[in-house]
């Protein structure tokens, strides 16, 4: 496995935007015919969800777009910022969180997400608290997210 193909998506709880962008990049790779290159997962910096599904509004709206998602909530641990190569957050708040759990010098790349955002957004915001459509509009955000990333980092 190439070293810097094992990507972290990291949210706040790893019920909503995490395990998302989880299953999309997974499909993604899966399309290329690489994903056994890969090491793909995702957690949350919070620990409220640890061992619980993601959201059933997420759920729905990968299974409408033909992915497929059995993740369970993890939280962010110390090991996360040497086994992966990159730690991809979600909003600013996981950001500042991430980058203050991070050792002195982090063998992860610790970036938002949105950096590959084509549509030039700053931010996956969070769904939870609203309807179904926010689980649609940060899935469309999160395909465009992985797309280009995947196609800037690893072409």
Request: a neutral charge; charged letters at 25%.
């Given at each position: 496995m190439n070293d810097l193909r094992r990507v972290c998506f990291v949210c706040l709880g790893n019920i909503?935007?995490?395990?998302?962008?989880?299953?999309?990049?997974?499909?993604?790779?899966?399309?290329?015919?690489?994903?056994?290159?890969?090491?793909?997962?995702?957690?949350?910096?919070?620990?409220?969800?640890?061992?619980?599904?993601?959201?059933?509004?997420?759920?729905?709206?990968?299974?409408?777009?033909?992915?497929?998602?059995?993740?369970?909530?993890r939280q962010l641990c110390d090991a996360d910022f040497t086994r992966f190569a990159w730690l991809l957050v979600m909003d600013n708040a996981n950001l500042s969180t991430v980058e203050q759990r991070a050792p002195q010098q982090p063998h992860a790349r610790i970036h938002k997400l949105t950096e590959w955002d084509?549509?030039?957004?700053?931010?996956?915001?969070d769904p939870y608290y609203g309807g179904e459509s926010g689980f649609t509009t940060v899935l469309e955000q999160i395909e465009r997210c992985c797309t280009a990333f995947l196609a800037r980092e690893f072409p």
């Open positions: 909503c935007r995490s395990p998302t962008a989880e299953a999309v990049f997974r499909h993604l790779v899966e399309q290329r015919g690489d994903a056994k290159e890969w090491l793909i997962d995702s957690c949350g910096t919070g620990d409220w969800h640890v061992g619980s599904p993601p959201d059933a509004r997420a759920l729905r709206a990968l299974k409408d777009r033909g992915y497929a998602c059995a993740h369970r909530g084509p549509q030039g957004t700053s931010e996956v915001g």
